[in-house]
């Protein structure tokens, strides 16, 4: 077993590879940009250092500097986390090359599969199915783009080749609209993954977004781990996971045929450690392969929570040569797990990112709850990475359960100083079409859903304007006893004691 | 002594209240028992409303307030009784503003300005796309209006709460 892990990344999900070393006896490094010094995953690790200016190609890329810091302070493993190297083929190599263990997949799988247009091929040949569109056609200009659309039809996706969660891809509803699109998007994917090469792939209606959870050892055997319900996302990104999927429900065949189909996927590229393969699923049950991850998800826990096993520690197990040890048949799926993302955006402000110093945070606590954060009261969120501030998952029995649970572990969550989309997440769970399941990946976006919900507690506006109220005269008497110090004819003393005790 | 009757206004509503002392307070002619308790910069507070408990964030925005509340948001526009008589003087009413400016919400990379000086906008249509935490966030008017000054340029580096342009 390795005996010191460096972890190549930083926030909710350093942390919490952090966790299973340390419950492992595995001493942990941690490396951090300018931006980061703060941050919870240093002050976790066993070591931490420095790596560079806060954007992110000058810090968590850089790839050679990270590999120096490992072999200087003696880690045998790197664990990538998801995001920045994790799915960078050429840094697995360079690992390797150093004699140090990536906990991750061979070069050659990354690569199959990061490659989006090899990745079709190859599952394509291991008979499974995958949606229509330009992929594994090379990288096209927009002319022949504009003349391939209406084959595949409308509406449809414009995807960046390079990286996934959102970014750069557009929706298209008609030629018209296109070449408008075409430019939006290479140029955020130029910005986000200094790659403007852009695909079309056709928009499935009615899609759910679900995927399976697999993991393979270094011998040959490969299991799958249930499945994922995903398709709650705004601009493409996910907002809440859950486990199962609400579609799949008691649906006992579809869950296994799809297991085995990632299976099948995920040794056509002979694949070693946790992966997730990610499907469309449209409203007659069919399923198209759209991508796998060939890393671990920002969702994992909720498959964690049902199944019981800690993802983490079988990918360092994996990584160590370990054969699984669990078969096929040992995995159950128990009760129903629930994540909320929480992220630094402000839903009465159309999801604007939020930055600033977190003033306060008290996070839910009590049965069936568990935080994954990298943020705390005193910490200040940097506009240099993503949105994505801690994850809030919750396990009960039931579906419904599961939701009260997280009704109730919402309400308990305080984050003052930056806003978040905390209210998002309550008012989505107050809508009956998400309460019985009946949602695809087009929900968030053609739902509106009402902020604060539909019932109010009729006393609200005006607890609201006494708030403010009060607030203000609190203000206005601060101002007035500064100006006044020297005409009162109290001891100022005695004044000065008062706001001791009433000041913020 | 400061004045102790103010209005509060919400979505066209108005709230006379009258501060009597630190647990009274009179709303639109009705007492309340308060205990009103607040935390760190004002932002988080515990209220006590006739012995229901509450918890609400504030925030000044814009010359007003913005209370979060039960996962709901009241922007509430606050005025003591001089401030009130000083406006009804002048005839407006307490939703007329004049210039609007807008700030960066965050740091971030202007990435593209789609208006210019002297452009009639309508609410909601897209002033600036603003490059932040690695999304492109567009920037819209809050209200209609005519585009008095323009502070940024493409490709700037801005701080938050830095002018980008004035509405007016």
């Known amino acids: 077993m390795f005996k010191k892990i460096l972890i190549a990344n930083r926030g909710e999900i350093a942390v919490r590879i952090i966790r299973s070393c340390r419950e492992m006896n595995i001493l942990t490094v941690a490396v951090y940009s300018d931006a980061d010094r703060h941050g919870l995953h240093v002050r976790y690790a066993d070591e931490a250092y420095h790596l560079g200016p806060p954007k992110a190609s000058e810090s968590y890329l850089k790839s050679d500097k990270i590999l120096e810091i490992a072999q200087q302070c003696g880690a045998d493993a790197i664990h990538p986390g998801y995001g920045f190297l994790a799915e960078r083929a050429d840094f697995s190599q360079a690992c390797l090359d150093r004699g140090i263990s990536f906990i991750g997949p061979k070069p050659s799988s990354i690569a ?43 509406p449809l996706l414009i995807k960046p080749s390079a990286g996934g969660g959102g970014k750069g891809m557009r929706e298209v509803l008609n030629i018209k609209e296109m070449p408008g699109l ?47 319900e995903c398709s709650i996302q705004r601009r493409h990104q996910k907002l809440l996971e859950e486990a199962p999927s609400p579609f799949i429900g008691d649906d006992q065949d579809l869950r296994d045929k799809m297991g085995e189909v990632a299976v099948q996927a995920a040794r056509a590229v002979d694949y070693i450690n946790a992966g997730t393969i990610e499907f469309l699923v449209d409203n007659d049950k069919n399923y198209y392969f759209l991508e796998m991850n060939t890393r671990l998800q920002v969702e994992h826990p909720v498959t964690e929570a049902v199944t019981g096993i800690d993802i983490v520690k079988e990918q360092i197990r994996i990584a160590a040569g370990q054969p699984l040890s669990l078969k096929q048949e040992d995995i159950t799926m128990r009760g129903w797990a629930m994540e909320c993302r929480i992220n630094a955006e402000d839903p009465f402000r159309e999801f604007l990112p939020s930055t600033g110093l977190i003033t306060q945070s008290i996070i839910p606590a009590g049965p069936g709850i568990r935080i994954d954060t990298g943020v705390y009261s005193g910490y200040e969120v940097s506009p240099y990475y993503d949105a994505l501030i801690s994850k809030l998952i919750v396990h009960e029995e039931s579906r419904k359960e599961t939701i009260a649970r997280m009704k109730r572990a919402l309400d308990e969550y305080r984050v003052i100083g930056i806003r978040t989309n905390i209210p998002f997440h309550q008012a989505l769970l107050e809508n009956q079409d998400f ?48 100006i006044q110090r020297g005409k009162r004819d109290t001891s100022n003393w005695k004044l000065v004691g008062r706001w001791e005790r009433t000041k913020d | 002594m400061t004045n102790e009757i103010y209005f509060a206004e919400i979505n066209g509503k108005e709230y006379r209240i009258e501060i009597f002392s630190e647990s009274r307070v009179v709303i639109n002619g009705t007492a309340h028992e308060i205990d009103y308790k607040t935390l760190k910069q004002h932002a988080s507070c515990s209220l006590l409303f006739d012995g229901r408990s509450f918890e609400p964030n504030t925030y000044q925005e814009n010359g007003g307030w913005e209370i979060l509340l039960q996962g709901r948001r009241f922007n509430v526009v606050v005025e003591d ?39 009639e906008v309508k609410e909601g249509q897209v002033l600036l796309i603003l490059e932040s935490m690695k999304m492109q966030n567009e920037l819209k008017a809050p209200r209609d209006g005519k585009i008095a000054q323009i502070q940024a340029k493409d490709g700037d580096n801005v701080e938050r709460k830095e002018t980008l342009l004035v509405l007016e």
């Open chain 1, 182 to 228: 075409l430019t939006a998007s290479r140029r955020e994917a130029e910005s986000s993954f200094g790659d403007g090469n852009i695909y079309l792939e056709k928009l499935i209606q009615g899609a759910r977004h679900i995927e399976i959870q697999i993991l393979a050892d270094q011998h040959g055997n490969v299991i799958h781990l249930g499945e994922r």
């Open chain 2, 81 to 119: 009784e001089r401030e009130r008589r000083l406006r009804m003087a002048a005839g407006q009413t307490s939703t007329q503003k004049g210039k609007y400016t807008l700030l960066a919400p965050m740091p971030g990379l202007v990435i593209d300005i789609q208006v210019k000086v002297g452009d």
């Open chain 1, 435 to 482: 309460l019985t399941g009946n949602f695809d990946t087009q929900f968030i976006q053609d739902s509106n859903l009402p902020l604060g919900g539909k019932q109010m507690d009729q006393s609200l506006p005006e607890i609201a304007a006494l708030t403010a109220v009060l607030a203000t005269h609190k203000r206005t008497q601060h101002s007035a006893i500064s």
């Open chain 1, 112 to 154: 199959a599969m990061g490659d989006k247009q090899v990745a079709r091929e190859t599952v394509t040949k291991a008979n499974v199915p995958v949606v229509p569109g330009t992929e594994g056609q090379g990288d096209l200009s927009d002319e022949a783009l504009l003349k391939i659309a209406p084959e595949i039809g409308f």
